[in-house]
């Protein structure tokens, strides 16, 4: 149903280009608070001015693909037109800088399976909105070199490239949610694929319900947010796996190491998952935290650079939205 109140936005938008798109759209009828889409606006806009010919963002890491893909999703996520709106030129380069980094012959999307699963997150969301007939089958591709690397991989899992023997949460945890949006926009992905790497979560949880890097060791927030996330997305949430994940966030709200914005990006979508009161007092927190470190031309800073600092921060917020069909419940 949401995917296609976004392809209406984008019949509307021919007629009405700048009609914003929550109000066309809202789930329960909420009213974005007019701090946070300030706040928004101010960040795409940022990101609008940055993004260069090629379709990428400047060093460090903003001509990384997953950086341009996430990028990308956090315009789609404020539901702008990307066919017709004011930043449908922003999102058609983005798309192709991804697709000129895909190899050709086996759909490997840049040089790391980071890269490679938040591209295909980015594909996935835009397939069937983003008006290009390329996407589904680089799509398609995409989606099948994730499983043709699980099926090599003795964990069943993902680490950073095709063909590596081990395995960490965090990479297989950018392929999981790939798998998890490429599913429902009508890509098949085998259920045993799924069940396999869920195995890998739960032997990295420790006793207190956080997840660790390669095994039940070592959790941090970012680490369980993701396998929240991921067990959520295939509907556990009754699961005691689940269930002591989410114990363990609530204990450790906050995750303020140097991946903040990263914790940022997966704990707002696992936050959301657990109730909607749980998602509105993170989410509070959240809105004040972004609010008091947004630099004056609409970004975010952080060791990753501003590009993936401003579109996860970006990300963060679009649950208010809820345009995102990765972003249902």
């Known amino acids: 149903m949401k995917r296609f109140c976004l392809i209406l ?8 280009p700048y009609i914003h798109a ?4 809202s789930e329960d009828e909420d009213v974005i608070p007019p701090d946070i889409d300030h706040m928004y606006v101010k960040g795409i806009q940022y990101l609008a001015h940055t993004q260069d010919a090629n379709g990428c963002w400047a060093q460090p890491f903003g001509n990384e693909p997953a950086v341009v ?32 980094n ?32 390329r996407i589904g089958p680089a799509l398609q591709k995409a989606v099948d070199l994730i499983l043709s690397s699980q099926s090599r991989n003795a964990n069943n899992a993902w680490r950073y490239s ?27 992905v085998p ?4 069940r396999k790497a869920l195995r890998f979560f739960t032997d990295c949880q420790t006793p207190d319900g956080g997840i660790g890097y390669t095994t039940a060791s070592g959790p941090d927030g970012a680490r369980t947010a993701i396998g ?13 796996a689940f269930r002591s994940a989410v114990e363990y966030l609530e204990a450790n709200p906050t995750d303020e190491g140097g991946y903040h914005q990263y914790y940022l990006y ?64």
Not at 105 to 132: P, R
Not at 232 to 239: E, F, I, T, Y
Not at 268 to 284: G, L, T
């Open 162 to 188: 095709p063909d590596s023997p081990d395995a960490d949460t965090t990479v297989s945890g950018a392929q999981m949610v790939a798998l998890f949006a490429a599913r429902n926009a009508g890509i098949g």
């Open 228 to 240: 929240a996330l991921v067990f959520s997305l295939a509907r556990q949430q009754k699961s005691a």
């Open 69 to 100: 893909g996430l990028c990308m999703l956090s315009l789609l996520a404020h539901g702008e037109d990307p066919n017709y709106g004011p930043y449908s030129d922003i999102v058609h380069k983005a798309i192709n800088y991804i697709l000129k």
């Open 266 to 329: 997966y704990a707002a979508q696992a936050f959301f998952r657990v109730s909607p009161q749980a998602f509105d007092a993170w989410n509070a927190q959240n809105v004040k935290s972004l609010a008091s470190t947004q630099l004056d031309d609409g970004s975010w800073s952080s060791g990753l650079g501003p590009a993936f600092s401003t579109g996860a921060s970006l990300l963060s917020l679009a649950l208010n939205y809820r345009l995102l069909p990765i972003y249902e419940r």
């Open 22 to 25: 929550q109000t066309l759209y």
């Open 9 to 16: 936005l984008g019949l509307l938008a021919s007629f009405a």
């Open 191 to 194: 259920e045993d694929a799924i």
């Open 102 to 133: 895909q190899a050709p012959d086996t759909g490997y999307i840049g040089s790391s399976m980071y890269n490679h699963g938040f591209s295909t997150l980015a594909l996935a969301e835009s397939y069937g909105y983003v008006h290009d007939d």
